[in-house]
């Protein structure tokens, strides 16, 4: 549980207490991305904080999205729209622009919320980025916003990490700061008691609490955690792989799986071995072509060709589903300077990298293959530059009903005659409880199991909920939130509120 989630925390327990919150983070990182009901891109933590604030995610919350597409270069959204792409030297020369764009979005959230919670990026010491900040002190300062410096123990010298950092803060960056938190603790607390009063003596800022280190809550948070676990149930499951690319995207596509009892998820990273899987996924790329070479170039290309062969289904979203196909061309370079490559041609589609970016909300009937039988509106989103063109061998996936809230009428995906393969351009789909349930079921019935355990079946809007509240009662419990209260201003509850943070 690292920054990201105590935002969404802390977002869900001034909500419980009654003020009209918000999070926001001015510039974001992340291949993790999520599209608005108004088709605006945005990092997917800020989604997770508007979910536990009670509200729906709007891209002022992340006004600066960087999606990395190469060691040295990202793409750049800014208020949920593409503006280009830049290497680090570029990007940093752009930043005066982009700043005016973080303040536009946070004077549109001030004159809406009572409180809102600003999340950093990184470390607030970073000397090199310092100039033209707009992660941590920088924006801070722009908004006159207090400080809470946020340690984690687990990975050891946080009382050097914490005072250190305040030696490399400026004066006025150090009178920012109003409060420590130390955060995931294992153990004891009053083990750290002589280290916490260190701490104060050295430093005159206070400890505002030790949470500790949270096993089994599940919520998702930057790029990379989720990846870091493999799930297993003890029960007869069926066993899901995702292959871990170099440049994977919106991984939060299979975070329902985690939590079915009859399901075994596991991520295959670089150097691992494919698993005896009964489905293998490709899943969303920022950079599809290069993540293609890197299958081919470790052989997993063609061990997933060996494993479709012997009868196990493959499946692709997004950039994962053009890698199905027999081509990708990107004659733009908006990827890649390859300019095309054959794909596993398991679907009869070839790909066309473009370069505008589709970005929208959907609604979507499934018209084919294995969940053919779940008639109902599956919600999803759509985040690709590429255009599919289908062949007349293969029937489409799926057929969009309505993006952004107007009525459509586009087929979407691709599945094979033997339905052991298909690939979509929709993301969400799993969070769709009744799709998810009617997946999991054909897979048991391909293997000769009984159908699933239906009354251990979860609502998955209603599990992440309840995830929101004990994570806002840890906080309430082992934070001085009337000091945090005290700090940016706020009476608690509000009675009335006396300000904003």
Known sequence: ?????????????????????????????????FITPEGGEMGRAQV??????????????????????????????IQGKVFGNMNADEYHRF???????????????????????????????????????????????????????????????????????????????????????????????????????????????????VIPYLKGLYLPEEDGVALEKSFFHPEEAVNIAVMYLPHISN?????????????????????????????????????TIDDFRFLKKEGYADE???LHQSGKMIIGICGGYQMLGRAIRDPLGIETSWGEIEGLGLLEVETILEKEKMTFQVKAVPLNGPMVAQKVTLRGYEIHTGDTQRGGAHPPAFKIIERLGRKVEVEDGAVSNDGRVWGTYLHGLFDNDGFRRSFIDSLRKDKGLLSGNRSREFDY??????????????????????????IIGISSPPSPCKGES
Request: aromatic residues 6%; hydrophobic residues 40%; contains cysteine.
């Open 251 to 287: 991984f939060t596509d299979f975070d329902p799986l985690e939590h079915e009892p009859d399901v075994n998820l596991r991520y295959v990273r670089p150097g691992e071995k494919i698993p005896d899987a009964d489905v293998i996924v490709l899943p969303g790329s920022k950079n």
């Open 95 to 209: 930043k005066k622009k982009a700043r005016a764009a973080v303040l536009e979005s946070y004077g549109r959230l001030s004159r809406q919320f009572q409180v809102i919670i600003l999340e950093g990026a990184g470390s607030p010491a970073e000397i090199n980025l310092r100039e033209g900040d707009l992660a941590n002190m920088g924006i801070a300062e722009a908004v006159d916003a207090p400080v809470l410096l946020v340690g984690d123990i687990d990975k050891g010298g946080v009382f050097a990490s914490l005072v250190g950092t305040l030696e490399l803060l400026s004066v006025d960056e150090r009178r920012r700061i109003k409060g420590f938190i130390v955060n995931k603790f294992r153990g004891d607390p009053s083990l750290l008691t002589p280290g916490l009063e260190f701490l104060e003596k050295k430093t005159g800022v206070p400890v505002l609490g």
């Open 48 to 77: 997770v904080q508007a979910e536990a604030a009670g509200l729906d995610p709007q891209v002022d919350m992340n006004p600066i999205l960087l999606k990395p597409n190469t060691d040295i270069g990202a793409q750049i959204i």
């Open 1 to 33: 549980m690292g920054k990201s989630i105590i935002v969404a925390g802390l977002c869900r327990l001034f909500k419980q207490d009654g003020f009209r919150v918000t999070p926001f983070k001015a510039q974001n990182m992340a291949l993790n991305s």
């Open 461 to 486: 809007r209603a599990f992440k909920e309840q995830e929101y509240d004990r994570l806002a009662a840890v906080l309430r419990k082992e934070l001085d939130i009337p000091h945090i209260c005290r």
């Open 304 to 306: 997933i060709m060996r």
